[in-house]
């Protein structure tokens, strides 16, 4: 018999445990166990920036990693790419211990950190021709990924002309000169206008569906939720929740139903005499009802003569989750 | 690393800074020689047959009686021929008004510390503009093997540097051999082309030295201007008062030991009595000892460019990018 328990048979148990636990298990392109970073201050005592951070991201897709300003995103990111070195904890991307092995894996990771950093003085070309030497790609590749994220016709402009918009995709441009498995974008919507917004959410979605793994840092929730698969929320330096995006919204539980009506308080006294609690919300009655439970609202307020002019399910979106768990967490929204 | 090593030589081709620098320098050479020659006043023909014949009679009467009129000869002679030929020569006997080709190894010497300068400059620069635009971070993220990257990066700025100071170089001495046949002397004695490669080498590689400790320094600092700030205060503190005070530590410092080995001559006691051959080399001493030998200039000089490159590669694959 041919097949996986037979080829097991020929090596150790270790690898054998090893070789089941990847079959049974979603590969993991990024984990983070008890990552700890601490800062010293020059006048003595420390900063926390990272404070125990447990993180998984399965290989493929779009994974959202959101945090208020100072939640520790950024640190994470540069402890993930070696450029900090972790109090405590442990890292692994590729399945390489960071920051030891990196250098095995990194020609699989693009990334960019806060402002992609590129010579102002420099093109736009020469700047990606410098780093393509590094992975031996060659000017086939540069034309590829320059006309991917639209900057082939200022390619010879010093990157000092350029507007933010532009640096960001020639950063992006960069980062897909290796042709990566693992992307990492640190914020990659800061200070783009709304054009360059949807441009980056296009090709940030497109690199998704390609079978990359994208980790997109951001505090724009709106964003996060319109591209990502998953997503983690972190909030003083600790990961408060993560999962799929549908998954962390139904956190925040049925949230029920939204009714526009003319005379909210007469809705509502309707709906007291039918037996169902409202709360009026501005110029509306919210309903803590399932959806499925709508015709009987209708119902109630039709028999009052009260007609809808409006009702939907009250959905929550990211930004409420967000706010709720790192409010819970006692901190600031972004 | 083949492909670090390409990488890295592009981005300091591509530096502005390298170019202008050495485009300056070479500006000005050309400036420097143009006055050279306006200024030369090279000997009539009724100057250079009275100067002839004058140095014809002395050189004879020299190795006749020998440089003391007993025969004796000064420490550091093989013969009397070759003491009067080196000692008795026709330049003397010209008037010196004009640029001579004879003097190339003297100026590229003399020229060393302008190369060092230059070399300086160039090594903090290659160092201190990532720190100061941020590239650190995206080169880290293309290669995080840190020492790699700092090692190979040393070798990048010690082969520009080389070849930006030979250019330097070459481009001086074609200069000045074009302005002394146009306007000068171009007789030259025994063994001048030797002279003027060594000069050449000793200086470039004097000044590649200079350019790695100011990388190292910039590496450490984070910026150009540590780099630069600290061989500037270093040279002003420590080799210009503290080494004023402390004898003893003179034959440890770094431009005196380059100095030594840039002219060849060791470094000695004060209080001695030392003979100097009309090129400049040392011929004799009396009463002195040899602080600082030649070679172990080299040593010293080697010395400061590996321990501060550890302690830049120590520190750099130790602390945070941020």
């Known amino acids: 018999m041919e097949g996986p328990p037979d080829a097991l048979t020929s090596v150790g148990t270790q690898e054998r445990r090893r070789v089941r636990r990847a079959i049974v298990r979603p590969v993991n392109v990024i984990e983070v166990e008890g990552l700890r970073k601490e800062y010293r201050r020059l006048r003595g005592g420390r900063t926390v920036a990272v404070a125990g951070l447990d993180l998984e991201v399965p290989e493929g897709g779009v994974f959202g990693f959101l945090g208020p300003n100072g939640a520790g995103k950024t640190t994470t990111i540069r402890c993930l790419l070696g450029l900090v070195r972790p109090t405590a904890g442990r890292l692994r991307m590729l399945g390489a211990d960071v920051p030891g092995r990196l250098g095995g ?36 590749a540069i034309d590829a990924v320059l006309e991917r994220v639209g900057l082939a016709d200022r390619q010879h402009d010093a990157v000092r002309t350029y507007s933010l918009g532009m640096k960001q995709r020639l950063g992006i441009a960069a980062a897909l000169l290796k042709d990566p498995g693992v992307l990492i974008l640190d914020e990659p919507a800061n200070g783009l206008d709304p054009a360059g917004i949807v441009e980056v959410r296009e090709l940030i979605r497109s690199l998704g569906r390609e079978g990359r793994t994208v980790f997109v840092s951001s505090h724009i929730l709106s964003e996060v939720q319109q591209t990502a698969d998953r997503v983690a929320i972190i909030a003083r330096g600790r990961a408060v929740t993560s999962g799929a995006v549908d998954d962390v919204l139904s956190t925040s539980g049925s949230r029920g139903l939204l009714v526009g009506v003319d005379d909210p308080a007469a809705a509502q006294r309707a709906l007291a005499d039918a037996g169902i609690a409202a709360t009026v919300d501005t110029m509306r009655l919210r309903v803590n009802l399932p959806p499925d439970a709508a015709s009987s609202v209708t119902r109630a307020l039709a028999e009052r003569g009260i007609y809808l002019s409006e009702l939907r399910v009250d959905e929550a979106d990211l930004e409420t989750v967000f706010l709720e768990l790192t409010r819970d967490a006692g901190v600031d929204a972004p | 690393m083949t492909g670090l090593i390409r990488s890295e030589l592009l981005r300091a081709r591509s530096r502005r800074i390298v170019w202008v620098l050495t485009v300056a320098s070479i500006a000005g050479i050309v400036v420097g020689v143009t006055i050279a020659m306006a200024n030369s006043r090279p000997p009539t023909d009724r100057q250079i047959e009275r100067a002839t014949a004058q140095h014809a009679r002395d050189l004879e009467g020299c190795i006749a009686e020998g440089p003391y009129g007993d025969g004796e000869l000064p420490p550091g002679s093989s013969s009397v021929e070759e003491y009067c030929e080196q000692n008795v020569r026709i330049e003397f006997y010209l008037p010196n008004d004009d640029i001579k080709l004879a003097d190339t190894p003297e100026i590229l010497e003399g020229a060393s510390f ?49 070849i930006v100071l030979v250019v330097v170089q070459a481009v001086f001495t074609a200069a000045w051999f074009v302005g002394t046949t146009v ?32 990388h190292a320094l910039a590496s450490v600092g984070r910026s150009t201007i540590a780099g630069v700030g600290v061989i500037v205060g270093y040279a002003i503190i420590v080799e210009g008062f503290v080494a004023g005070f402390v004898e003893d530590l003179a034959p440890r410092l770094l431009i005196r030991a380059a100095t030594v080995v840039i002219s060849g001559n060791p470094m000695l006691s004060r209080g001695a009595t030392v003979a100097y051959a009309p090129d400049g080399s040392l011929v004799g001493t009396e009463g002195a000892a040899v602080l600082l030998s030649v070679e172990g200039a080299w040593v010293v000089v080697g010395a400061y460019v590996v321990t501060l490159g550890l302690l830049a590669i120590a520190l750099f694959q130790r602390r945070d990018v941020q």
């Open chain 1, 105 to 140: 894996v990194i020609d699989r990771v693009g990334s960019i950190v806060e402002q992609p950093a590129l010579f102002p003085r420099f093109s736009g070309r020469r700047n990606l021709e410098i780093l393509a030497h590094v992975v031996g790609a060659g000017s086939t």
């Open chain 2, 114 to 162: 302008m190369l060092a300068l230059l070399a300086i400059v160039l090594g903090a620069s290659l160092a201190g503009a990532d720190w100061s635009t941020g590239t650190m971070t995206t080169v880290l993220a293309w290669e995080p093997r840190r020492v790699r990257v700092w090692l190979v990066r040393a070798i990048v700025v010690a082969a520009v540097l080389a």
């Open chain 2, 183 to 214: 306007s000068g002397t171009t007789e030259t004695g025994r063994g001048f082309g030797g002279s003027v490669t060594n000069a050449l080498w000793v200086g470039t590689v004097v000044a590649v030295a200079f350019g790695l400790v100011a």
